[in-house]
């Protein structure tokens, strides 16, 4: 499987500072539509080896991880136990199209699909499959890379202009992570989607909004460095229009009550 061969390289992004500004700010972003109460049940879908369920689990809500990696799985267990929440988790060996099967029909108060919808195929279906999965007044957070912030990064890290005025009107995009083409998301496309799934978006952010245009990885590194780059980026999160060219988007979905 593509993710269990990557999971390695993905470690090493996950713990670089471009991977921690990623969970930094979603994180910081979901927690304002979140409700004040303990205990929620949420669903984390293509969650991976569980980062983001493990904090969510730290601050008193109880995560199910549907992902179809089992690699991924066993390591989101070990991190469990070892940051104390194992109770808080659970683990489901599924991909988006066995949700409904694997998981049964009570839903959440909460789904995440963070950075996986690029890698399916009917973005469509998607959207009402994740809506199907939420209780009345239940939220939903989905990640995904912006795409009209490609050619900008191209121009601007790569100098790359044929390969901006390309990337344009690309329906694609190339993951050197993985090695595999991915569908370009756009966000208001997306939330057009999640509209049709009768969900209303309640919060457009942006993600990593000058991190990627900064040339100079190595300094992103440095602890002062970073310190003022992550308090840039948490700023610049919900201020148009930096949301516009953010190297990820950020959506918040609701369901009506």
Partial sequence: MMFDDKLGEFQQWQASPWGRLRYTVAMANLVRHLPAERGLEILDVGGGNGVEAVELARRGHHVTIADPSPQSLAEANTIASERGVRDHITTYPADIDSLGATLGTDGFD???????????????????????????????????????????????????????????????????????????????????????????????????????????DSRKSDPDFYSKLERLELTLSHRAPYTHTARFFHLIAARAQ
């Fill in 110 to 216: 909460v789904v995440l699909l963070h950075n996986v919808l690029q890698y399916l195929p009917e973005r469509e279906r998607t959207a009402t499959m994740l809506a199907d999965q939420l209780r009345p007044a239940g939220v939903l957070s989905l990640i995904a890379p912006n795409a009209d912030t490609d050619p900008l990064l191209s121009a601007v890290r790569g100098l790359d202009l044929d390969e901006a005025l390309w990337l344009l009107d690309s329906p694609t995009r190339y993951s050197g992570a993985y090695d595999t083409r991915t569908h370009a998301c756009y966000a208001d496309r997306v939330a057009a989607d999640l509209r049709t799934a009768e969900l209303s978006v309640i919060g457009r952010y942006g993600i990593r909004c000058v991190c990627d245009l900064i040339v100079d």
